[in-house]
């Protein structure tokens, strides 16, 4: 369903009340001459987004409504539906959705206009982003194997790979879509050694999209040892 949200910096005043989402954005003209402003024909700063003519504007991040603030980026898509990857991201709206940092940066690309985009302080920013597998992990300490990983954040870590096998990757870098996160008895962790051998191999690639997603300890994978730290539902 469509959320409709009334500005919380400006007034939009609707003779009617629309059904297509509106925000109010101080990105718009003075003269309301940018698609979606002027929605309501009074204030150029009311503007339609996510929807019919104007689903190309982003609705605002701001809509999102975590319990806990996340450590990796999240804008509003009007386009999610429950199924695609990084969707529901506070668990409360479908539209909510993470991106562009692991695990979503080679599934889920952010906005162009960063305005769009809520980025954490706390988070990973590479100038470059590497293939090894990394996460935030506030328990981090200077001389910490894999922290500081984008040089730039200590709780920013690597995990799981070459250098850094015995830093354990959290589950959480697996990406279920919403409805169909494991239930028990099944489990998940992060298994980088998925394929490297006929031992690893059954329950290797849970999520659909990463190798080394796996399932362990329950039904047909119950002969699949789930580490400390397993996540189910």
């Known amino acids: 369903l469509l959320r409709l949200q009334q500005p919380s910096e400006g007034e939009c005043s609707f003779a ?26 009074i204030h150029p700063q009311c503007r339609f987004c996510g929807a019919g003519d104007f689903e190309s504007v982003h609705c605002p991040a701001s809509w999102c409504e975590f319990d806990n603030p996340p450590h990796l980026p999240y804008y509003w ?10 969707c529901l991201a506070d668990g409360k709206s479908t ?3 993470f991106c562009g940092e692991y695990p979503y940066d080679g599934t ?4 162009h206009d960063s305005r769009d ?14 293939v090894t597998p990394h ?3 506030a328990t981090c300490a200077d001389g910490m194997l894999g922290c500081k990983a984008d ?6 870590r690597f995990c799981g790979e070459s250098a850094y096998t015995e830093v354990a990757c959290p589950p959480s870098l697996c990406t279920f879509p919403p409805e169909s996160l494991p239930v028990a008895p099944y489990k998940y962790y992060w298994e980088p050694s998925c394929w490297d051998t006929s031992a690893h191999i059954l329950g290797c690639k849970a999520d659909g999209i990463h190798e080394e997603c796996r399932f362990c ?4 994978y119950e002969n699949v040892t789930c580490p400390a730290g397993a996540f189910t539902r």
Do not use: M
Request: hydrophobic residues 25%.
């Open 77 to 86: 898509d009007s386009e999610c539906s429950l199924g695609k990857v990084g």
């Open 151 to 156: 040089g730039k954040h200590l709780g920013c």
């Open 16 to 41: 009617n009340e629309p059904l297509i989402p509106y925000f109010w954005d101080k990105r718009c003209p003075d003269d309301g001459h940018s698609l979606g402003c002027l929605a309501d024909g």
């Open 117 to 130: 985009v809520v980025t954490p302080t706390d988070t990973c920013e590479f100038d470059n982003d590497p």
């Open 108 to 111: 889920v690309a952010c906005p």
């Open 217 to 220: 300890g329950g039904g047909e």
């Open 95 to 97: 539209q909510c959705r």
């Open 135 to 137: 996460f935030w992990d």
